[in-house]
């Protein structure tokens, strides 16, 4: 088991717990990795864009002039794509760009992420992340306190408002929930803290 500092938010050690192998010694597997956050990069999309087509558009499709003799290059519809108004070429259409991943592989792919980060010395395990009011500048304290290089991720247990409210405006801190964190979210930020409670709930949720 690795024996990693457990901190304050004021960046104070204050006792020291092991980690599990099982979770937090996981070969790096980059290719499931890869194949994980691409399929959740491609869950985000909405699949909603449309245009016309040239057989969708508003008009008819009489020529707008005789083939021969007008001095115009000759046109067989108004419709066309090379139209003002005409009709798009290849025009994208809804669809469901969707990828299945199965529940196995995006474990595997959180926990290799995580050990990675962990064998990097990325990880910060804090006894507890909340605040008594929302308050920005308690939230910029702790991000001072700990001389984070780069975007911080702080996954907790629960959905806290203070916490929320409190980190709203620094953009390179942001909140998850244990029970929703995934690989992807990890490997996008730089630095990952991990509460205490939020590192009991991976296990319960994980552990096998």
Known sequence: MAKV??????????KQINLPDDLFAV?????LIHEVVVAYNTNQRQGTKSALTRSEVRGHAK????QKGTGHARQGSSKGPQWR??????A?????????????????ALL????????DGQVVVLDTFSFAEPKTKQAKAFVDA????????VVNDKNDKNVKLSTANIPTLSIEEAANLNAYEVLANK??????????????????
């Open 5 to 14: 500092k457990v901190y304050n938010m004021q960046a104070e050690e204050v």
């Open 27 to 31: 070969e790096e597997n980059m290719p």
């Open 63 to 66: 020529k707008p002039w005789r």
């Open 85 to 90: 108004g005409g009709g798009i070429v290849f």
């Open 92 to 108: 994208p259409k809804p669809r469901d760009f969707s990828k299945k991943v199965n529940k196995q592989k995006k474990r595997y």
């Open 112 to 119: 290799s992420a995580l050990s990675s980060k962990l064998r």
């Open 146 to 153: 700990f001389k984070f290089n780069g975007s911080v991720l």
């Open 191 to 208: 630095n990952v803290v991990l509460t205490e409670a939020a590192i009991k709930q991976i296990e319960e949720a994980y552990a096998e």
